[in-house]
């Protein structure tokens, strides 16, 4: 039996409480961190923090982007703008404990569009298997060779592997996505993923992992590290310690558990404290990314969306149609 949808006041009230609530806990997490990302700043030129800064917005539009070929791949094509609407306001949902609210959020954001849920989740969840399961296999291609004792330490990775692979496979990413709308009592998919679509959001993903392993080695040069071996180290300890976050779902945004990996796994090439500015640097600029994105995006949207016959609310009259694009 289904429950009754709410009413459009009701969606209203929801959708402003829920924000209201994302931006308080996305406050209070560069506050948090405010200090310790002052302190880390510091330490390095105005330059390299430039650097990072540009390395890691790379990984959000990256990541945008990969969510966005998906969607496409379901015959539900946006254009950028709307795209990143979509994303970016629901990444703010990670902040939130439990990963699942990015979910909820752009699928709840998507109806603006006349997307269906399900189209969303799917996309939505189908994007961050590929990103963990590009992540892993990054990890698992280069710590062997840079970090012997890293690879036993994290052996794991390298058990999933072929896991991941066969799960990306796109008759495997249909079979569980079936399954996860049917625990979640939603509709079937009413199109399904092609090695095409699969294949480009892949693409986009190891972009985005380049990027920010890119991030860490600049960090790490300018501490002094050592050139040659910190590059693989750099890239698949990145890899591996943003996956890790990803797993942790009960961690708002992976917090900790990101930066304790990439300290352990830089341990070889540089000190505790070197490897900790890296990590706090590389966590600030996604933090300050997140919510810098999420703005951007909203207020470039809104008079979008009124060109397209919505009230402010985001949600269509009762007369108005969809363009046929978006549909």
């Known amino acids: 039996m289904r429950l009754a949808h709410p009413s459009k006041r009701a969606r209203l009230l929801l959708r402003l409480a829920f924000f209201a609530v994302i931006i308080v806990l996305f406050a209070l997490a560069l506050r948090g961190r405010w ?16 650097a990072a800064t540009v390395l890691g917005f790379g990984t959000i539009i990256a990541s945008m982007l990969s969510w966005r070929t998906l969607l496409r791949d379901l015959e539900s094509p946006l254009p950028i703008h709307s795209a990143a609407r979509i994303f970016y306001l629901g990444q703010l949902g990670k902040y939130l404990p439990g990963s699942v609210w990015t979910v909820v959020v752009q699928a709840e954001l998507g109806r603006d569009y006349k997307i269906p849920p399900r189209r969303t989740i799917a996309a939505s969840v189908v994007s961050l298997g590929i990103a963990l399961g590009a992540g892993l296999s990054i990890a698992a291609f280069t710590l062997p060779y840079a970090s012997p004792g890293a690879a036993v330490h994290y052996w794991w990775v390298l058990f999933l592997l072929p896991l991941i692979v066969v799960g990306l496979l796109p008759s495997s990413v249909d079979f569980l996505t079936h399954l996860l709308l049917k625990i979640l009592r939603r509709d079937p998919p009413d199109h399904e993923f ?14 985005g992992w380049a990027s920010i392993g890119a991030q860490t080695y600049v960090l790490c040069m300018a501490l002094h590290a050592p050139v040659g071996r910190t590059v693989l180290l750099a890239v698949g300890g990145t890899a591996l310690a943003w996956s890790a976050g990803f797993v942790a779902v009960p961690i708002p945004a992976g917090a900790g558990v990101r930066e304790a990996v990439l300290v352990a796994v830089l341990s070889p090439v540089l000190k505790p404290g070197p490897a900790l500015v890296v990590a706090l640097v590389s966590r600030a600029v996604a933090t300050v990314g997140d919510g810098v994105f999420a703005g951007v995006a909203y207020f470039a949207s809104r008079g979008r969306l009124r060109a397209l016959h919505l009230d402010p609310v985001g949600h269509p009259p009762a007369t108005s149609e969809a363009p046929a694009q978006l549909t």
């Open 35 to 50: 200090r310790d990302m002052t302190d880390s700043v510091e330490q390095l030129s105005w330059w390299i923090i430039a």
């Open 194 to 207: 092609t090695w095409r679509g699969v294949v480009r959001s892949l693409g986009w993903q190891v972009v």
